[in-house]
């Protein structure tokens, strides 16, 4: 069974939703480091709060009886995007924002402090045991089979897939079409240049956290109704993934960071599949490091230009 088309379909499909999350966690990476330049290693936590978010507004939703699926996934998904932004939002406003024009260190070591706080505090408030949910929406369909193996499409596996397809376009065009996509390219330009154009540099810094931490919050509901447990513990080693799609695929790209995402998942899946599942990490982790001697900037990001 191994050695099938079939097998290699199965696991693939599986690498791509997993990849999903990567990508719409990684853009949030991206998008932080193209403006100011720093790396937010608590958006991780982001997505982990958004996982939680979206357990409590199901548990909700429940008590109060509303158990229609497509109604309730829309419920949950807003609420979720919502207060998960305003994680996000105080997350620079708090930490990051008194800290601009200090050294990148004390940037990056804020950074890991928000990362273990928000894990301590969602630990403090939920507990430490894992929190299960019963599977939302089951089904599918087969798409090919070989004797007794079935390959199936689950609808869970095609709204994930729809849900990030969505999502990339959206927010493509909210940065190449709209007055805050151009704020934000300005403000990754030049900052002071654009202040002195009049563009709100802290709004256009703070709604670019506001927009990662919306897109973590999606991935912490996929991941949710993907594997069906989360836990306070979620978040970093998500994070340290994210991290390196969005280096694969070139740190400040957007479509880079779910070229990567996409990459790592299908990389963990495959491995998983043929050979052991302890090292898949090991197998993502090489080859980013192929990736990056002979493209140091990524698969689809660009050289930076030194202002002189």
């Avoid at 376009?169 to 403000?187: D, N």
């Amino acid at each position: 069974m191994l050695g099938t088309f079939e097998y290699f379909v199965d696991q693939a499909i599986n690498g791509v939703t997993l990849g999903a999350i990567y990508g719409l966690v990684a853009i949030g990476y991206t998008l932080v480091y193209g403006i100011i330049g720093m790396i937010n290693f608590a958006h991780g936590e982001i997505f982990m709060i958004g996982a939680f978010v979206s357990i409590i507004a199901f548990l909700t939703l429940g008590l109060l009886g509303l158990t229609w699926v497509p109604l309730a996934l829309l419920l949950v998904l807003i609420a979720t995007m919502m207060l998960t932004a305003v994680y996000g939002w105080t997350l620079e406003r708090v930490a990051y924002r008194p800290l601009r024009r200090s050294p990148r260190l004390a940037a990056l070591i804020t950074a890991i402090g928000m990362s273990i706080f928000l894990q301590n505090y969602v630990q403090l408030l939920q507990g430490a045991r894992n929190k299960p949910l019963q599977q939302v929406i089951s089904g599918g369909f087969e798409i090919m089979r070989e004797g007794d193996y079935v390959v199936t499409l689950s609808y869970l596996q095609i709204f994930i897939l729809l849900l990030t397809i969505v999502l990339m376009v959206v927010f493509t065009l909210v940065i190449g079409r709209t007055s805050l996509g151009r704020q934000q390219r300005s403000c990754e330009q030049d900052r002071d240049m654009a202040a002195l154009l009049g563009v709100n540099v802290d709004r256009t810094i703070s709604l670019t956290f506001v927009m990662g931490a919306v897109l973590a919050s999606v991935a912490g509901l996929i991941f949710l109704l993907n594997y069906g447990v989360i836990d306070f513990y979620i978040g970093f080693l998500a994070g340290i993934k994210a991290f390196t799609a969005a280096v694969l695929g070139g740190i400040g790209s957007v479509p880079g960071a779910m070229l990567g995402g996409l990459l790592i998942g299908l990389i963990e899946a495959l491995w998983s599949g043929y050979f052991t599942v302890e090292y898949k990490d090991v197998a993502a982790f090489s080859i980013l490091i192929l990736v990056l001697i002979f493209r140091p900037t990524g698969l689809l990001g660009t050289p930076d230009i030194e202002k002189v």
